[in-house]
């Protein structure tokens, strides 16, 4: 196939604007998959992509396609991440593309999270094919939005395609604005190889399956290649296209995508953005953009009932096989007891790797609050990196603590500009921008430190805004500040699993917020319990927990006893997933009071 | 397992109105199908004693809703065709369920003459708004009548024990008000007290009343020290507690709901009636086998006048589950859990797993203690039994 008949490209949609639709109808169009065994959202595999109407791993199909001109195409369909949390790999993805469409709702029109990617797109010259779906709902304003697409994105929204993914209404206009809008790739046939890997994962039989655009050259089964980032030599045992269904090929060439199986036994060994070369007919240039993977949060995950620790290990290590941005190593908490030190891009990574051994691997618990990695200087000139908050040395040893900043960009329409402002304030960031892009777009710059972020930001700009700001951020740099550690004590004892790193002046509040949620999710006990925040050695805040006066059931005649056990049995199920420290029942929420900030 | 002893539950559902904190098997209907309600008692008797090997019974308790509406006769019947399985043991315990609104003069004589030897009476209250809070159906005066008939039976031998229910922790009732109540109830010589805490059951008008704001809540605090207070309350009549709500003198503790706490088997008739015989599978990995009949009185009546029993439960008790109700029922008692008769039914592997269960709870501070083979909870902590049972069941 030459690379004219070639066109690649994603779909940018906010979610709910049945971006995972118009896949489903794409692939049932071109004969990717029969109507019968269409799954909704076929392409979004794990259960939690599809509860959660994200898309975490990147997936990329090849359609057949005869377009009106006669002329047989290729076109390869590369769904990307959605998520802040994610943004590196979403940049990459859309490398591999020349074009996007761009999907809007014909009664929503253009939304935030629409507006994050379209930047994206346009950074990497994509091509845009805007796409108003849901033409059939009965309050559809296809004029009014294709309005709204070229005074909010700035984007000619004339030959917009109206279609509705749902009834399968203008799914050929869809196709064939493709073919005529989004360009073939380019690039030199003969030069030397150069292969952008956009995403990768682990199969237990084939080892690592390389997902792979070839932007200059070919690739062909038996082939030796060099990866020119992390220098590893491989050859090339098979290639595969999805169709969806895997088919072996024998060469990839220019402009086409597929998966390379080359003998590479970690997902670590091939790093998103690598480029990959012919051994002996080096490229001289690998392929701009690639960038270390940083894990920006950390938290520890304990099991509940510690003699489950070798199942929750042998979990965390199937994941991490296919999860080349988390990392973990193993740690130990006097509260807690042995567990993992866990890495991640952000929350929403977190989030879904937790759930996914509690669903997939039936584990049971604990994770502590997130935490920033922190530079402690000490008095003896060290430097230590301090990822979690209980290993902080005695306030005497250290000098000073800096933290992570991060350079956020928030686009918003006007309106919005004082409820960010605000928030930003807040959390103790730096207005360094604010421009308009048009009349009713404005973005906004910030420094902010990475602690003030991870936690609920995300959720409070979205609700401050209704959704319309975007949030993207990335590493600055590490700035000295005022910090200090909030320990918690349960019945006197500190819980190190509990501890946070706060600013100085908002420790005291903090604190008090702290005790106060956490009065309200330890159930009562046999004995009081007091529940203290301290800075060092001042107690900041008390609040007892009361002991439990009666729990006893008063009748358990011949008619009781069954229902009654099965009663038992489910509370000691819930038990089981509440942590002995020391002497006190501590459950799981009460390790993320920390994280929710709203008082009520 | 063969019992070398029965005990028989007979279940009568029908009362002349439910009470509001009421959750039992029970029908209010304005005709009581007496006649057909004994035929079908004696049907299911047979159905069920058919793959049983007949032994003495030990003890017989007629409960309800309200058996005292069934008439001497009836009772007597039953108790009959049971004398003819299995015989009724010399010093048998029958028991009979009664309610005082419903109790006519020298009804319980008539009770007396047909073989019930124990009679068990709902007081629930000696105040008259107390008992018009509990909606019942009896009034003081209703109360102190039958308090007196049961005081003269057993003073005359015509009973050989009886025994009063008391509701307490009801919102408003203070310390002083139940030591009223206790002390009416054994001045009159009864050896036996019930005193149970008022509690909001699901699915109740008294839950609904609390749920909507209209009745408070229990006082969790009240109930606690109630509980805490009665041993002392019932000491002058020379009672005991020997369950947490049961209080006797030594040789009248209920030997019916003894068997139940033990872990024994009991067979049980009637609707919604909820029996515990040896495991029809024979599979040594089964305790037993537990049955609940349905609990709606047509659905149990048509099934039977058809020829089968109408379960709404059945199912085989594994030894993990038996030593969890052991657990569960058997620490409600004053003598504890009996860990070698324990052993005994689930094997020593599991009553050692318990014991090491028992260790960890009490470097938590959880109050079960090992006398000897027994596993007892201190008195003072009968209060918070449920959760000593949740640490080591």
Redesign the interface.
Known sequence: MRAEHIRNFSIIAHIDHGKSTLADRLLERTGAVEARDMQAQYLDSMDIERERGITIKSQAVRLQYTAQDGKAYILHLIDTPGHVDFGYEVSRSLAACEGALLVVDAVQGVEAQTLANVYLALDNDLALVPVINKIDLPAARPDEIRQEIEDGIGLDASGAVLCSAKSGVGIDEVLEAVIRVVPPPHGEADGPLRALVFDSHYDAYRGVMVQVRIVDGRVARGDKVYFMYTGGDYEVLEIRVRTPKEVPVDALELGEVGVLVCGVKSVRDVRVGETITHHKRRATVPLKGFKEIKQMVYSGIFPVDSSDYEQVRDAIAKLALNDSAFTWEPETSSALGFGFRCGFLGLLHLEVFQERLEREYNCTLITTAPSVVYKVQLLDGTVMDLSNPGDLPPAGDIDFISEPIVRATLHTPSEYIGAIVGLCTERRGAQKDLRYMSQRRVVLEYELPLSEIIFDFFDRLKSATRGYASLDYEFLEFRRADLCKLDILLHGDIVDALSVIVHREASYQKGKSLVHRLQKVIPRQQFDVAIQAAVGARIISRETVRALRKDVTAKCYGGDISRKRKLLEKQKEGKRRMKHVGMVEVPQEAFHAVLSTDED | MTPSCWSV?VHFPYCAKRCAYCD??TAAVRDIPRDRYTRAILRELALRTATLEPAPIATVFFGGGTPSLWGPAHVGTVLRWLDDWGGLAADAEVTLEANPGVLEAGDLDGYAAAGIHRVSVGIQSLDAGRLRWLDRVHDVAAARATLADLGRLLARGRLRSASADLMFGVPGQTAADLAHDVAGVLDSGVPHLSA????VEAGTPLQVRVERGLTARPD??A??DQ?DALPGLVAPWGLQRYE??NFARIGHEGRH?LA??RGNF?L?VGM?????VPASTHDPRHAGT?Y?NVRDHEAWLDALEGGRVAEA?H?DIDLD?HL??RV??GL?LSEGVDLVALADRVGLARVDALRARVVLAQA????VELAGDRLQVAPSA??????V??AV?
């Open positions: 539950y039992f098997a149970y805490a008022l509690t969790e605090d109930q606690a509980l947490v709500s709901n139940y706490w009991w049980a919604g009636a909820h029996g515990f537990r609940g439960l199912e589950a969890t109700e569960m029922t409600r938590r501070r959880v109050p009968v209060r918070l039994l449920d959760a049972v949740r069941a």
